[in-house]
């Protein structure tokens, strides 16, 4: 099994990203915007389906979603990888921000450089859009 591990380091507060990676039906208005361009909820809230901005689509089972450890798990049923299973976690930083890991299990091994690839992107826009400044109260 390939396992590919990926810390993104984001300048805002561990619970400020928790706030955003928990709200599971937003990932392409809040997490991933660009990279993530649909989310929806399936009746229940046990699932949902992903739209990526290159066309594919996934439909993610919410494994976990624990708030005392700060992590998801969720695992995607269909397509191309035989077995999909990923977390995030987030841990605060001595400095304030947050550094929060993603860990995707896949099989078989030869779907983990395309795997590597979109993880590599949604990194990307996870850390643009975490690390942006948030708009301040008015009267602040």
Request: glycine share 10%; aromatic share 6%; proline share 6%.
């Amino acid at each position: 099994m390939a396992t590919i591990r990926k810390e993104i380091l984001i300048n805002a507060p561990a619970d400020e990203v928790w706030d955003v990676i928990r709200d599971v039906g937003a990932i392409h208005t809040r997490f991933a915007p660009g990279f993530v361009v649909d989310t929806r909820l399936e009746e229940g809230g046990g699932a949902r389906i992903v739209t990526f901005a290159n066309g594919n689509i996934a439909r993610e089972l919410i494994v976990t979603l624990d708030n005392d450890t700060r992590r998801l798990v969720y695992a995607v049923v269909g397509g191309r990888a035989s077995h999909h299973n990923a977390s995030f976690q987030v841990f605060p930083t001595p400095e304030g921000g947050t550094s929060l890991v993603w860990i995707t299990d896949v099989l078989p091994d030869t779907v983990a450089p395309a795997f590597t690839g979109m993880i590599e992107g949604g990194a990307t826009a996870i850390k643009r859009t975490l690390s942006s400044p948030r708009p301040q109260p008015l009267g602040m």
